[in-house]
């Protein structure tokens, strides 16, 4: 996964919640999924951000 992949798919699942999409059901699962791509999308940013640091 990319971070510019990750970040379509977290605005996707924020849209669909605004938008009022998403059953009851399915609304777990799609806030699980929204926090597992915000980590990631965090996380990845992190490492950049780390990786500069260590360049300079």
């Known amino acids: 996964m990319t971070y510019?992949?990750?970040l379509?798919?977290?605005k996707e699942v924020?849209?669909?919640l605004r938008n009022e999409m998403v059953s009851v059901d399915d609304l777990t699962e799609k806030v699980k999924r929204?926090?597992?791509l915000m980590?990631?999308?965090k996380n990845?940013?992190?490492n950049v951000?780390?990786?500069l640091e260590g360049m300079f």
């Open 8 to 10: 379509k798919e977290l």
């Open 44 to 46: 990845k940013l992190r």
């Open 49 to 51: 951000g780390e990786d």
């Open 34 to 36: 929204a926090k597992e």
């Open 39 to 41: 980590d990631f999308c």
């Open 4 to 6: 510019e992949s990750a």
């Open 14 to 16: 924020i849209e669909d």
